[in-house]
Nanobody
Framework: QVQLAESGGGSVQAGGSLRLSCAASRNSYSSRCMGWFRQAPGKQREGVAAIYTGGGTTYHADSVKGRFTISQDNAMNTVYLQMNSLQPEDTAMYYC??????????????????WGQGTQVTVSS
């Protein structure tokens, strides 16, 4: 059973930073492509960043390159999303997902269909 728990969201002003965490059950984490998606009100869910936990290769969407960084802590079965230089357009609910196809040459699609409960990020101007 896939278990994902996001945390770390909050409200910041433009230019600020936040770090999100996604704690996964062990069977959900090892040698998988873990990723972050976000969904703003009235918009489709979009992929933000992904990491292959088996080797550490990372992927970032063009919209966040240079500002967001995904990383991992294998001892904690946790994936992080460091978000710097936040802008109002980054406001969204952020979700963690497993088996993101982008790690395998595919698109930003969460193959397992499992999602955490999400954590809200709000950036004010």
């Amino acid at each position: 059973q896939v278990q994902l728990a996001e945390s770390g969201g909050g409200s910041v002003q433009a230019g600020g930073s936040l770090r999100l965490s996604c704690a996964a059950s062990r069977n959900s984490y090892s040698s998988r492509c873990m990723g972050w998606f976000r969904q703003a009100p009235g918009k489709q869910r979009e992929g933000v960043a992904a990491i292959y936990t088996g080797g550490g290769t990372t992927y970032h969407a063009d919209s966040v390159k240079g500002r967001f960084t995904i990383s991992q802590d294998n001892a904690m079965n946790t994936v992080y999303l460091q978000m710097n230089s936040l802008q109002p357009e980054d406001t969204a609910m952020y979700y963690c997902a497993v088996e993101v196809a982008v790690c395998y040459g595919g698109s930003w699609y969460a193959g397992s269909g499992d999602w955490g409960q999400g954590t809200q990020v709000t950036v004010s101007s």
